[in-house]
């Protein structure tokens, strides 16, 4: 059965926030306890705003801190909290998530960080103020392909955008661009660099494109990201109808912001939907995204089919399709250098919790030193 054939008259008091059919027959159980339904629209410190049926209530998730920090309270959960009259009220569970936004954290520990469940779409904000990073946005979109869904399957990646939450592109500040050809070629470069991903220019102080994405976000709950002075509080003001994120400029010198969004919120859209803003991100730490990565760089993963070696590394092998496609033309180098850098940067994420993965690693390299040392004999003419 569709997720739509499950949504509830709009009367319900929690249908504007994503409440439907299936989430009703989730939460039966505890219904049949008393405790009432709700979704977290802002953590805080321990405690959280959930909105119930009878309005926002302060919860405190003492009674939910896991073991595991990816399934620690995030805006977006729903969850089932204290009925009225019990003073103070906490989150007694999490409902099982359907999909949840997870990046790699800057710390030497290989943990995730949840920024955002339950999300139908991704929206990736990038700043047109400064000359666009290809890079950046492919590493965004291979996070976003991986979006994992459910609470068994929160650490797998492997979800393709057409089951989950699906990704799209919105190219901010769209009035400074000079000119209509110039932005028509830079929404063109990011289509390439976003295969099968939808590309959106937008100017939040011209109006441009903002009824387009409105109407595209109207369908569920959305996550704004990108990095700090890309445009996504402003973007959230517009889109919302009224200033309820902080605001401040961007410097000149790099188009960077400071941290006006310091927590994630969710926020109802006149339009329909709910927007979920988040701070700006420094770092993009791929998390368990290799599927995502293979989905961002078809291309490359059908030229790879090709070569004469089925392990081929894409590096200097005879009969190497990449590399061939590449030479041709055909395929720029910047995209394979890129393809190389994120598998490489997973690969690593994934050996720090993976014994088997950093075994084959040393195996790896064990391999092409090996490979490297004859090549340097054969040239200098001693053979084994």
Known sequence: MSFSSFRLPPAHPLALYGWDGEWEAEFAPYAAQGLLPGRVVRVDRGQC???TPAGVIRADTEFVVPRDPMKVVCTGDWVAVDPEGDDPRYVRTLLPRRTAFVR????????????????DYIVICVSLALELDLGRIERFLALAMSSSTGEALLHTSGLSWESG?????????????????????????VER????????????????GLDVLAAVLSGG???????????????????????????????DVDGKGRHTTTTRNLLVLPGGGVLIDTPGLRGVG?????TGVGQVFSEIEELAADCRF???AHVAEPGCAVLAAVDSGALPERRLDSYRKLLRENQRI???????????????WKRKGAEGRAAMDAKRGRWH
């Open 49 to 51: 705003d959930v909105v």
């Open 104 to 119: 790699s954290t800057s710390s030497k520990r290989s943990e995730g960080q949840v920024l955002a469940t339950n999300i």
């Open 165 to 189: 939450a699906q990704p799209l592109v919105v190219l901010t500040k769209a009035d400074l661009v000079p000119d209509a050809a110039t932005l028509g070629h830079l929404v063109q470069d």
């Open 193 to 208: 660099a976003a295969p099968g991903v939808s590309v959106l220019p937008v100017s939040s102080s011209a109006g441009e």
């Open 221 to 251: 709950t959305s996550v704004l990201l990108g990095q700090s002075g890309a445009g996504k509080s402003t973007l959230a003001n517009v889109l919302v109808g009224e200033d309820v994120m902080d605001v401040r400029a961007a410097r």
């Open 286 to 290: 791929l998390w368990d995204a290799e």
């Open 310 to 312: 089925h392990d081929c």
């Open 350 to 364: 994934v050996a720090k919790t993976d014994a088997r993965a950093r075994a084959e690693i040393r195996r790896e």
